[in-house]
């Protein structure tokens, strides 16, 4: 468990424990950041409580708590007069001891874009309040561990001189984690679809025998679910951005300042994740583009070999027809006492194979199509 006193936007704390936080740490303008992991949340879920209740006098109820413990809810977003609660499926890398995209039944031996077996989409829980920001993370998670090493940062006189500013309240610093996620998932684009594309030449390549159909089957399923992952990550940051309309006017410009901010990160926020529904729909369009392509080359070469088997058929049918002409056991036939009547009728045969393999030869029906 890590946990963070934010200070007039200047300044940040590290705190031990949480018994060293009290009401009175609170200032004016501050807030406390607490991340812990699940199973820390799990354990400790009396204390926090208690520490929630003596910071801002509230606590979480029951079904907000289970929601922060279930490790298999979608992206949603939820409220109550008191604060907001905020559930986002992150796309990360590694698979600490989150969700796998992949089914668990999956060969991991398969090396069919294996990234997507890579992507944990574990949740991350947020509850805000006015002063409190409590997050749940997966273990592991290098999404905690990332930001607040960029908090810490933040207060030198580097950044400071850089421009780089801490966030204002627990609400801005739900969505600069949030953006830290979806940005994460950007980041994987280059490989996704450099593995798609090398997948989709395996699949069009016509003198490749392709038999790997359950990995293809097992990819599809993936893409799928996380198309629909995407989707939930977009309707909940839809639901916060409409509750965050609903805030009350604020009192004075600075406040109005920060209101229209959020609201500027939060469109972001949305459109990031947007960004990455739009690449999760193009990526299974493609795949289902690749099949059928495979499909439609192989069907293109079993039409020309079939095209080559007719002509061939079609030339040796009238040679099958003279020799069956030839062959019949009757007495008087053209050229059958004739001393060079063998000779005439291979003449006839021979000559009238080229003039057949000249002509389809002409038509094009033996040459090969161009690709």
């Not at 209740?53 to 007069?81: C, E, F, I, K, M």
């Not at 609660?85 to 989150?98: I, K, N, P, Q, Y």
């Not at 969505?175 to 090398?198: A, C, F, K, P």
């Not at 038999?211 to 309707?235: F, K, M, P, T, V």
Request: negative net charge; proline residues 4%; aromatic residues 8%.
């Amino acid at each position: 468990m890590r946990i963070f006193h934010i200070q007039n936007s200047s300044n940040v704390a590290e705190i031990a424990e949480l018994e060293d936080l009290s009401a009175s740490t609170l200032g004016r303008q501050s807030y406390v950041w607490i991340a812990c992991a699940r199973d820390e949340f799990e354990g400790k879920i009396s204390q926090i409580q208690s520490t929630l209740n003596a910071l801002t006098g509230l606590q979480l109820v029951d079904l907000h708590v289970s929601d922060l413990r279930n490790n298999h809810l979608p992206s949603h977003y939820d409220y109550t007069s008191e604060y907001d609660v905020l559930v986002f499926r992150r796309l990360a890398t590694g698979a600490e001891s989150g969700n796998e995209i992949a089914p668990p039944d999956v060969d991991r031996r398969r090396n069919s874009l294996p990234i997507l077996r890579r992507i944990d989409t574990s949740p991350v829980g947020f509850a805000m309040f006015d002063r409190v920001v409590l997050t749940v993370h997966p273990a592991g998670c290098p999404v905690r561990t990332a930001y607040a090493s960029r908090l810490l940062q933040a207060t030198s006189a580097e950044s400071r001189a850089a421009g780089v500013r801490l966030p204002t309240s627990p609400a801005d610093l739900m969505l600069r984690i949030v953006n830290l996620m979806v940005d994460g998932y950007l980041e994987l684009r280059r490989e996704l679809t450099r593995q798609l594309d090398h997948w989709q030449a395996a699949l069009i390549e016509p003198k490749n025998k392709f038999n790997d159909w359950g990995a293809l089957l097992d990819a599809r399923l993936s893409l799928h679910q996380l198309d629909e992952i995407c989707e939930d990550q977009r309707s909940a940051i839809q639901d916060w951005i409409e509750a965050l309309k609903t805030w009350p006017q604020a009192a004075s410009p600075a406040e109005q300042r920060e209101q229209d901010l959020l609201h500027v990160r939060s469109r972001d926020v949305l459109e990031h994740i947007e960004r990455v529904v739009h690449h999760v729909q193009r990526m299974e369009q493609s795949t289902e583009t690749a099949v059928q392509m495979h499909f439609s080359v192989q069907g293109s070469r079993t039409n020309e070999i079939m095209r080559t088997l007719t002509v061939l058929t079609s030339i040796f049918l009238p040679l099958n027809f003279m020799t069956g002409f030839f062959g019949m056991n009757f007495e008087f036939l053209p050229l059958i006492h004739h001393q060079t009547g063998f000779w005439w009728a291979i003449s006839g045969m021979v000559l009238t194979g080229i003039s057949l393999l000249v002509l389809f030869w002409r038509k094009h029906y033996l040459g090969r199509s161009t690709r």
